[in-house]
């Protein structure tokens, strides 16, 4: 199957059923790392820190970062399209109806149960990231062989500071980068 096809195919799948944002698309490009060898653990890690470094929605930034290093340009706009078409599709097909039945118990019940459905996707990814960025591995992976206590100390310092001052995200993340590059994380 041509790399274009495939992209497109495996971009529409995780902007199909990757309910919740960005973090809810990890478990959809795990499992791609997996299953095709034009992605890496690694290469997650590194798609992680430049989605949440880069303006734009964090799965769009993912799905732009594997199809340009896959197939350059056309290769990004065909896995964004890919991830996009799933909500392009569902908004016009439903739009209306869901208007018409927004007040109705199903509806309100399906959406209800998403909540906690999204909420358990964006949790099992946020902990795939500590463990990507502690231990270097995957989840599924996992072994204390990578594990690295400058990661360690980074993460707790920059949650710390988060919580206790009221600062703009960028600034951690240039304060993370910079930390990176003066003691080579």
């Known amino acids: 199957m041509p790399m274009l096809l495939v992209l497109y195919i495996e971009f529409f799948k995780v902007g199909l059923f990757a309910v919740g944002g960005g973090l809810a698309t990890l478990p959809f490009l795990y499992d791609m790392a997996a299953k095709y ?3 890496t653990t690694a290469m997650i890690g590194d798609m992680i820190a430049i989605s949440e470094s880069t303006p ?21 706009i065909v896995a964004t399209l890919g991830l996009v078409s799933p909500s392009i599709i569902v908004i016009i097909l439903i739009a209306n109806v869901l208007d018409k039945f927004k007040e109705s118990r199903v509806v309100k019940n399906i959406f209800y149960m998403l909540r906690p459905i999204a909420t358990g996707l964006i949790a099992a990814a946020g902990l795939s990231v500590i463990v990507l960025a502690v231990f270097n591995t995957s989840f599924a992976d996992f072994s204390v062989s990578g594990f690295s206590i400058k990661a360690v ?4 310092a920059i949650l ?6 009221k600062f703009h995200p960028i600034v951690a993340i240039a304060i993370s980068g910079v930390i990176g590059v003066v003691f080579g994380f």
């Open 56 to 76: 734009g929605a964090m799965g769009v930034n993912m799905a732009t970062y594997v199809g340009f290093q896959n197939s350059g340009i056309i290769g990004c």
């Open 37 to 39: 060898t034009w992605l």
């Open 160 to 165: 710390v500071f988060t919580r206790k001052t």
């Open 153 to 156: 100390i980074l993460f707790a």
